[in-house]
Antibody, heavy 121, light 108 residues
Framework: EVQLVESGGGLVKPGGSLRLSCAAS????????MNWVRQAPGKGLEWVSS????????YYADSVKGRFTISRDNAKNSLYLQMNSLRAEDTAVYYCARVYKWSRYDAFDIWGQGTMVTVSS | DIQMTQSPSSLSASVGDRVTITCRAS??????LNWYQQKPGKAPKLLIY???SLQSGVPSRFSGSGSGTDFTLTISSLQPEDFATYYC??????????FGQGTKLEIK
């Protein structure tokens, strides 16, 4: 079964750090670009960061640039998000998502169940 | 940056109704438009990619259309399990990212 499972969420104080993990199974992880998407309580979806299959291309939303770092370990079939200098507005459910490509088009076809990050004193 | 705007923000409808949700891009994105469905407490699910291509396993009552800046998601005959929030997403820019603000479909 194709699956993504996030972990590492929790309660952290403003200014603190947290590292999220996403474990992939059921597909050749090293062949796919991956993303992090977050959703604040009661709000919509916000794209956070993207990493290409070989880590050659990395992108961040302006809201997290300089504070968050995306990485992956293809040998371990794992995606990571290192989050530093956390703010209250980073409170959200964080999802990892796989990018699938059909010719010129792509979309996030597989999503994890999400992990909750709460930034509060 | 490309901005995506959905309308309406919420919609009430009955089982069996035909429903249309609109998504507008701030610039032309050709057919680089995806639609997702999200139910409370669950991860989003891909419904439509490339504006009009149905993702595998998605019921045929869902359809997408449009190109350029204006797109629609249509549900031909609402079923109880379709009441959810729907998001559009542009995949024109690299990386694919910007989502619309969402349309919450509620039971009338």
């Amino acid at each position: 079964e194709v699956q993504l499972v996030e972990s590492g969420g929790g309660l952290v104080k403003p200014g603190g750090s947290l590292r999220l993990s996403c474990a992939a199974s059921g597909f050749t992880f090293s062949s796919y670009s991956m993303n992090w998407v977050r959703q604040a309580p009661g709000k919509g979806l916000e794209w956070v960061s993207s990493i290409s299959s070989s880590s050659s291309y990395i992108y961040y939303a302006d809201s997290v640039k300089g504070r968050f770092t995306i990485s992956r370990d293809n040998a371990k079939n794992s995606l990571y998000l290192q989050m530093n200098s956390l703010r209250a507005e980073d409170t959200a459910v964080y999802y990892c998502a796989r990018v699938y490509k059909w010719s010129r088009y792509d979309a996030f076809d597989i999503w994890g169940q999400g992990t909750m990050v709460t930034v509060s004193s | 940056d490309i901005q995506m705007t959905q309308s309406p923000s919420s919609l009430s409808a009955s089982v069996g109704d035909r429903v249309t949700i609109t998504c507008r891009a701030s610039q032309s994105i050709s057919s680089y438009l995806n639609w997702y469905q999200q139910k409370p407490g669950k991860a989003p699910k891909l419904l439509i990619y490339a504006a009009s291509s149905l993702q595998s396993g998605v019921p045929s009552r869902f359809s997408g259309s449009g190109s350029g800046t204006d797109f629609t998601l249509t549900i031909s005959s609402l079923q109880p399990e379709d009441f959810a929030t729907y998001y559009c997403q542009q995949s024109y820019s690299t990386p694919p990212g910007a989502f619309g603000q969402g349309t919450k479909l509620e039971i009338k």
